[in-house]
């Protein structure tokens, strides 16, 4: 398949590139490098270009007769999206709702959409499943839930099919260590918990200690990179006018902040200063998903199925790599 990757040189784009180009497909990488990183993706299949640059968009979509687009490019900083909602408003609705439109122009039929589990705000019950309600909390949430909505009504109306894939909490990185995650500023927790075991900052901040979850830190669904891309091509190889498929990707279990913390010092046998601070505003205190929904339909089946095999893959890259693509 022709394909077109957006914000295909982040961290999760990527590891779904390298993933995409092994199978076989022809690849164009569309990114701006904001967040992005060159050395992530090969040379060849790299355009740099924002997407609010639709025109050029437009050009990339003809001149290579794209068929599929993933669209990864996006800001994902929840904390962010309630101080500066303009931006995700602009960048995670508005361009994309442009691109979906010339996608609808140009005849490109599949479309694979970076969702989040944010969508779901603060949920009822754990695990979530794709039909539990979707109410966003923060800007961020509700820019990727409207972006959904989108999808589903052009699926309804003309000659197009979407699987929207609700991220849960990515981590880890390639199994050879030559790619991974590269963040600035960093705000994930396990990539915050090996600096701070690596003292390249003084300590892990624990995010509140009296939320109602086992030992009092909130609990969270850690799904390796590279069983989240896998996901991507299992929904492209899936994907036909008018499906609107929706899929929680998630490992299923979730592990609490001390968890992930303890299971770094053992990975890394290092010791993790730690100091416990107050709540983080919008953090849910527990957010797992159902993939049931996933590994049925699409026979999704992921390689690291615990928090110690993924951070094993994570601590490879950044002892491979101490600074980022950059060091
Ligand atoms: N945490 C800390 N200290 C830190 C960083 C994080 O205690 O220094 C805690 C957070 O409070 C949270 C957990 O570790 O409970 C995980 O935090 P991350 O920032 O790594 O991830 P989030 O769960 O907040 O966010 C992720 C994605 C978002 C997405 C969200 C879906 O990064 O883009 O999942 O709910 F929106």
Known sequence: MRILVTGGAGYIGSHTVRQLIAGGHEVVVYDSLELGHRQAVPADRLVVGDLRDIDHVDQLLVAHRIE??????????????????AKYYTNNLLYPLQLLDRCRRNGVQKFVFS????????????PI???TRQLPVNPYGAT?????RALADYADAYPFGFCALRYFNAAGAAA???IGEDHTPETHLIPIVIQAATGKRPHVEIFGTDYPTPDGTCVRDYVHVDDLAAAHILALDKLA??????YNVGIGRGYSVREVIRTAEDVTGLKVPVKEGPRRAGDPPSLVASADKLRAELGWAPQYDTLKAILETAWRWHKAHPNGYDG
């Not at 969702?115 to 754990?126: C, D, I, K």
């Not at 990727?144 to 959904?148: D, P, R, Y």
């Not at 006018?241 to 929706?246: C, D, Q």
């Open 68 to 85: 599929a687009v993933v669209h990864f490019a996006a800001y994902a900083a929840v904390g962010e999206s309630v101080a500066h909602p």
């Open 115 to 126: 969702s989040t589990a944010a969508t779901y705000g603060v949920p009822e019950v754990v």
């Open 176 to 178: 050879d260590g030559s």
């Open 144 to 148: 990727k839930l409207a972006f959904e």
């Open 129 to 131: 499943t794709e039909t």
């Open 241 to 246: 006018p008018g499906m609107k498929l929706a």
